[in-house]
């Protein structure tokens, strides 16, 4: 089975949270993050963050691995740690799938677009020797075995039984309506080292594998359209931020209040539902009264 | 070398930061030889565009010549004198290929963060914040200019740096925003803003064929350069702008309605007072007090272009008016690299000189006096131009 067609599959017995307790977890959860983030590096601002990012995830995923331990539509009481994590992201490159397919297929390329690869070794038609960034300054490694190979549309792969970071991963290349290029999406599914409590760790220690991998996906891009990675940076100008690396003090950190006088998210302000942070959620929010609330939305 | 440092509102200082680098196969270093400040500046410099950060380098309106160039530039030879777009395009992504360059898709390396605002990012720019790029601006010494096979275009050196260098943003602006009004013959065109801006785009609008040009300002030397031009002008402290135009256009309204004012826009009425207590309590961030205005008096099935820039949100954004006349509303940065061309023709036939908006030299020194003299529109000031 295609790992698109089980990523599917297995998207809706993982809903176990009502919408409106998913709601009220993304914005408490994001008002905790806000708020550990805020204590900076200490012990309690990190748990704060820790706390956060897991009902955070919770409500953006729609699963509460607690629940399903409570329930029984998990496997076990220590379905805690075992949550998958699941990514799916796609970008349109305007190139012919045949030459995107064959830079994907040669595995060498990958860490010029992949910072966090350090690097890949290939080991036979199938096998390839994985090492990437861990957290803090380790690096992990890992084999990889592809497990579906489609010449110009679609490559899959496993990392191979018995390691501590169990991954599946496949990306598809498929043609885009009329002179619109080539659709790439790349799928995860994996099991962080320690599973889910990890996951959300890894979340606050600014991992979060979706946004890594639509970055990673977006100098793809950029290398294949023009032949270089697009940077701002050099000795007269300014270091480039990830999203990751920014934090709410940060001048830095969009927002579309003045840059000058950065709001405060007081600890002790009722939560409102702008604290999610959608940029429209908080246009409806703060638009009132208006004559035709939301004054701002696609 | 030195450089124009943005520091916060009203705060900018020259500065000597380290000369910047070829980092990438494309780029170019160009030694900067005259520099303008845009109005879009002073939205940095009043503080309103989000994602500034302390001792980012200003300016996005440069020429010069190329001191340097990276292993993939063929078009270009060192010691050639060049205009810069001020926006950064790859040349070779959907969007460039559309000649939409603005919008280039590659040549943001921070498109997240403008991701997370807009829904998708625009291209990067020079100079104007880490939303758009966080790249170094034209305001120094030298610059670093990404994609240089694509952005840089080369001028006779015999050209008059004041005639050429408006190439790089004000002229094509102006241009785009008169172009985008689709002007058919009696058109009647309205113009808020006399400003640089302003001032090409009623210029574009009487080449590309309109019938009248009305200018609307407040201040005294910006309607005598538009009258110059050609425009009839109104003066929004002494007149009532709809009744002024209502009454020009016969009771019809403009058939084109151009906003070249942007986020913060003057007013003395209601809604302009409302939108300055609700900016100053962050519940807003644009003044989009000429917005409401154009909308209201633009007749049915007309065309309301925007070239003024807006940054986030606008509260009473007059909807059902839009709607109910069936308005076209068009909009955005512009696609320097698509009107370079045509409008260097335009200068080298003698159409247009474009050095009439100068009113102001400095040497990059007098940054500092110089925003401010730009900015408080002191002694008659309408553009200012700096020379490294
Ligand atoms: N779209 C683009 O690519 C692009 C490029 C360059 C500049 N711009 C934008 O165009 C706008 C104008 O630029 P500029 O260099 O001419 O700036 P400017 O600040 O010199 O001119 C603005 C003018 O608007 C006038 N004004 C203010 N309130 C008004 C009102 N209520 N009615 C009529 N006029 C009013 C001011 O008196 C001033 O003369 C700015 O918003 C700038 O950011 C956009
Ligand atoms: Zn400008
Ligand atoms: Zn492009």
Request: net charge negative.
């Amino acid at each position: 089975m295609h790992l698109r067609t089980a990523l599917e599959a297995a998207g809706d017995t993982h809903q176990n949270i009502g919408t409106i307790e998913r709601a009220l977890s993304v914005a408490v959860g994001a008002k905790l993050v806000w708020s550990g983030l805020k204590r900076g590096r200490s012990i309690s601002g990190q748990l704060l963050s820790a706390a956060g990012s897991y009902l955070t995830y919770r409500g953006i995923s729609g699963f509460c691995p607690a629940y399903a331990a409570l329930d029984g539509s998990a496997p076990g009481p220590l379905s805690l740690f075992v949550s998958e994590i699941r990514v799916s992201e796609a970008v349109t490159i305007d190139r012919p799938a045949e030459e995107l397919y064959g830079f994907w297929r040669d595995l060498g390329n990958l860490p010029r677009v992949m910072p966090h690869v350090q690097q890949v070794t290939v080991l036979d038609e199938r096998r390839s020797h994985w090492r990437v960034d861990g957290p803090g300054k380790s690096s992990m490694e890992w084999d990889a075995r592809i497990t579906a190979d489609e010449p110009n549309t679609y490559i899959e792969w496993a990392s191979e039984e018995g390691i501590y970071l169990q991954h599946r991963g496949a990306v598809e290349f498929e043609s885009a309506p009329a002179d619109r290029g080539t659709i790439v999406r790349v799928m995860l599914l994996y099991r962080p080292l320690g599973g889910a409590v990890a996951a959300f760790l890894a979340k606050v220690f600014h991992r979060a594998p979706s946004q890594e991998i639509r970055e990673d996906l977006r100098r793809f891009k950029q290398l294949m359209e023009t032949g270089e990675i697009a940077t701002a940076e050099g000795p007269s100008a300014r270091r480039a931020v990830t999203p990751a690396e920014t934090d709410s003090e940060d001048s830095r950190r969009p927002r579309l209040r003045s840059s000058v006088q950065p709001v405060d998210l007081h600890e002790d302000e009722p939560l409102r539902r702008g604290d999610a942070c959608d940029p429209v959620d908080e246009a409806a929010l703060e638009s009132f009264p208006a004559s035709d609330p939301p004054s701002w939305n696609g | 070398m030195r450089a124009v440092c943005w520091f916060g509102e009203h705060d900018v200082r020259v500065e000597n930061v380290p000369d910047p680098q070829i980092v990438n196969p494309r780029d170019a270093i160009v030694r900067v030889t005259a520099t303008a400040i845009c109005g879009s500046d002073l939205h940095l410099y009043d503080g309103v565009i989000p994602t500034m950060q302390a001792g980012d380098i200003l300016g996005h309106e440069f020429m010069g010549e190329v001191v340097e160039k990276g292993a993939a530039v063929n078009n270009l030879a060192v010691g050639d004198v060049v205009v810069v777009p001020f926006n950064i395009a790859c040349g070779g992504c959907w969007y460039c290929k559309h000649e939409q360059f603005s919008l280039c898709d590659n040549s943001n390396p921070n498109a997240w963060m403008a991701e997370t605002l807009y829904g998708h990012a625009p291209s990067g720019l020079f100079g104007y914040s880490h939303m758009l790029g966080g790249y170094a601006g034209g305001q120094a010494e030298f610059v670093r200019v990404p994609f240089a096979d694509t952005g840089l275009f080369r001028v006779e050196r015999d050209l008059p740096a004041e005639k050429v260098l408006f190439l790089t943003d004000i002229f094509p602006t102006g241009y785009q925003a008169a172009e985008n009004c689709n002007i058919q013959e009696g058109d009647t065109v309205a113009v808020w803003g006399c400003g640089p801006v302003g001032q090409f785009a009623i210029r574009s609008a009487l080449m590309l064929g309109a019938e009248r040009v009305v200018a609307i300002d407040e201040v005294p030397e910006r309607l005598q350069m538009a009258t110059a031009a050609g425009a009839e002008t109104i003066d929004f402290t002494g007149e009532k702008v709809y009744e002024a135009l209502m009454d020009i256009t016969g009771g019809r309204g403009p058939d084109a309605c151009i906003d070249a004012v942007g986020l913060e826009a003057h007013g003395a009425t209601l809604d302009a007072l409302y939108d300055r207590v609700k900016v100053a309590v962050y519940m807003a961030t644009d003044r989009a007090h000429v917005l409401r205005q154009a909308i209201r008096v633009c007749r049915k099935g007309g065309t309301v272009s925007i070239p003024g820039v807006y940054g986030g949100l606008i509260d009473k954004f007059p909807m059902g008016p839009a709607f109910g006349k069936a308005l076209t509303l068009k909009m955005g940065q512009t696609h320097v690299h698509r009107y370079l061309p045509k409008l260097m023709e335009h200068i080298r036939n003698g159409d247009i000189d474009p050095s009439f908006v100068v009113t102001h030299r400095f040497g990059l020194d007098d940054a500092a006096e110089a925003y401010a003299t730009f900015h408080e529109q002191r002694d008659g000031c309408v553009k200012v131009v700096l020379q490294p």
